[in-house]
């Protein structure tokens, strides 16, 4: 007998779920071959990258190997990024991976090409910037590790730039008293914990509050990913202080929300929007609704109403659209890259290609199209799994249905606030505190289990717990 090749391009939520269950479902066998390909090496829940780039969450212990994944559950990996496809020879073109600065010259592996039998994309979705006018240039987005980390390093700098700033010129009586401090370009953004613990402030050297050069975030965007950050980032400014951070965490750290909206989250509920929108305030957080953003500078963000803010990171995060690569593949997509599927998740182009998650635009009956939600997601994957097994047996695929099951907003150690639907409940019901936080935690740990099983998610679980009793509650380093 032939082997069917099943290969599942993105290693995403939904992705890395999907080939989990097919390996375990398919991998001891000859029949059928798996294969994942990613372009990067190791994967994170998506959902958690503005914990990694407020710091509160290292990346090192939530991190998932995608080769050990594959050698754990049955599948193979195959790094590299898809930049083509040939649809009549069955087979997707890989770019070639490059080597790191300090990994010798040349590529690692040569672009190549992978043949396939059934072939799912689940390559999510990137930044949409809307063609604003340096946003692409001088802003930060959300969507891969290396872009929270490097948000995260430079809030460090910042703070560091911002507390040099805050120091007077010493007018010692003597050059035992005279404190000499690097000028703040001098400072990386490595070396921001230890010039944090390291820069005495006193009497002598600092001037009064009102005068201190304050840190001015802007977020461009109030769906989850900017209010969610928000939250986290206040939770920061004040966890920093304890370590050594002189500047006042609500005064002197300036967050700020634009959006175009009349309101935040216009995607959920009104009444769960009003509740984070007051729980942002008791935080300090400054909201701008019912404005977009013009221009974006390298230190200053305009708006379309004349509003000048003061910068020192802009982090967009008002929209998505699925990757330019997919408008090159012969697919028949929408207005946002998205590949357009039949109830079966099947590209309505090609049967042999199925689609899902972020990068698919699927119907949902009555209410429009399927949201680009994790537990969408979650959902689709599930569904793909029985889906492939029809057609691998020659029976008629099933049809996908997506049940809504609400929405969760966590506001860090504040507070969590989200609406609950389904049958259970009858309907739909708002939850807010330590009850939303609890649910909101737990559907991080749902991915967890359906990637690992129950038991190693429970030993994970009191794993991280014991592990932040020895770690500082944001990495500063």
């Not at 987005?141 to 290396?146: I, N, Q, Y």
């Not at 739909?428 to 909101?440: D, H, K, P, T």
């Not at 030993?459 to 944001?474: E, G, K, Q």
Request: aromatic residues 6%; proline residues 5%.
């Amino acid at each position: 007998m032939s082997v069917h090749r099943i290969v599942v391009v993105g290693g995403g939520a939904g992705g890395l779920e999907l080939v989990t269950r097919l390996g375990d479902k398919y991998g001891r066998g000859k029949d059928v071959q798996i294969t994942l390909v990613d372009r990067s090496m190791s994967h994170i829940w998506k959902p958690l990258l503005h914990e990694v780039a407020a710091g509160v969450m290292d990346t090192a212990t939530h991190q998932l190997s995608y080769v050990a994944q594959a050698n754990w559950h049955h599948f193979e990996f195959a790094a590299g990024e898809m930049i083509g496809l040939d649809r009549a020879a069955k087979t997707i073109r890989l770019a070639a991976l490059p080597a790191a600065a300090d990994e010798g010259e040349g590529d690692l592996l040569p672009e190549r090409t992978l043949p396939y039998d059934t072939l799912v994309l689940a390559i999510g979705s990137t930044t949409n910037f809307f063609g604003v006018k340096g946003a692409q240039e001088n802003t930060i987005a959300l969507d891969t590790v290396e872009q929270a980390e490097r948000f995260r390093r430079r809030l460090m700098a910042a703070c560091v730039r911002a507390q040099n700033a805050a120091q007077a010129p010493v007018a010692a009586e003597s050059a035992a008293s005279v404190v000499v401090t690097p000028p703040a370009d001098a400072v990386s953004p490595e070396a921001a914990a230890g010039a944090l613990l390291s820069t005495p402030v006193t009497a002598s050297n600092t001037i009064s509050a009102e005068d201190r050069r304050k840190v001015n975030l802007v977020i461009v965007g109030a769906g989850a990913t900017g209010v969610e950050l928000s939250a986290e980032l206040r939770n920061t400014a004040e966890v920093l202080r304890s370590y050594g951070l002189k500047l006042d965490p609500r005064k002197d750290v300036r967050i700020t929300i634009i959006e175009s909206s009349p309101r935040i989250l216009k995607a959920l509920p009104e009444r769960v929007s009003s509740a984070v929108a007051g729980l942002l305030g008791k935080l300090d957080v400054d909201i701008l609704c019912g404005d977009s953003v013009a221009e974006v500078r390298p230190n200053e963000v305009t708006t379309t109403a004349g509003k000048v803010l003061p910068a020192d990171i802009t982090v967009w995060s008002a929209g998505i659209t699925a990757p330019a690569v997919l408008g090159t593949l012969g697919l028949a997509v929408n207005r946002l890259n998205q590949i357009e599927v039949q109830p079966t998740l099947q590209s309505v182009t090609d049967p042999d290609i199925f689609a899902f998650g972020d990068c698919a635009s699927c119907a949902w009956p009555d209410h429009g199209f399927v949201p680009p939600r994790a537990q969408a997601a979650h959902q689709q994957a599930s569904f793909l799994v029985k889906a492939i097994d029809a057609r691998l047996k020659g029976q008629t695929l099933p049809t996908f249905t997506y049940r809504d099951f609400g929405s969760l907003v966590s506001l860090g150690k504040f507070s969590a606030v989200g609406n609950l639907m389904g049958g259970l409940i009858g309907g739909s019901m708002f939850i807010e505190g330590l009850f939303a936080r609890v649910m909101y935690t737990s559907l991080y740990r749902m991915h967890v289990a359906a990637l690992h099983g129950v038991w190693r998610m429970m030993l994970d679980t009191v794993a991280n717990r014991l592990r932040r009793s020895t770690v500082p509650r944001v990495k500063l380093h």
